[in-house]
């Protein structure tokens, strides 16, 4: 009779069995997918906020501002102005299809370059299709003597800030 072969241990011989690799496959199976529902977790869990700048713009000392003067804040999209009654602030956003509009020095007039909408510095339309004025912004003085300027806020027509 002959002798049967025994096969050698794989520990022994350093192999990796069969057994073994699909025991290491799960268990890398297992991680992929904890570490897939953890990042979905993490994305479910966190606040969906969307950061937006600041509707407030600080304009600075007013002494800066001479009376009459009318200055625009480009960045907050704002005239501010300096009349005999006290400072305002008027949007500097037509009220008709919301282009930019400009400060025209040389004709005292602020003007909508899109359609030709033109404004007093009340914000009164005095001519082109723009349906309604300019709105007056909120001003006041911040504790430290700034000028601020609220983009989100409307108050009505003739509200003059004395400094
Ligand atoms: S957007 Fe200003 S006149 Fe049309």
Redesign the pocket.
């Known amino acids: 009779m002959e002798e049967q072969k025994k096969k050698p241990e794989a520990a022994a011989t350093g192999e990796v069995t069969r057994r073994e690799t699909f025991q290491k496959l799960g268990l890398g199976c297992l991680a992929a997918a904890g570490a897939g529902a953890a990042a979905f977790g993490y994305e479910y869990l966190s606040p969906n906020v969307l950061y937006e700048p600041s509707p407030i713009a600080n304009a600075g000392k007013p002494d800066q501002y001479p009376s009459g003067s009318v200055t625009t804040l480009a960045e907050a999209g704002v005239y501010l102005i300096h009349g005999p009654q006290g400072f305002y602030a008027l949007s500097a956003t037509?009220t008709?299809?919301?282009?930019r509009?400009a400060w025209a020095a040389e004709l005292g007039i602020i003007a909508?370059p899109?359609?030709?909408?033109k404004f007093n510095t009340d914000g009164i339309k005095i001519a082109?299709?723009?349906p309604k004025p300019l709105p007056w912004l909120k001003v006041w003085v911040n504790d430290e003597g700034d000028l601020m300027v609220d983009t989100s806020a409307t108050v009505a027509e003739k509200q003059f800030l004395r400094v």
């Open positions: 037509c008709h299809l919301g282009c509009t909508c899109c359609h030709g909408s082109g299709p723009a």
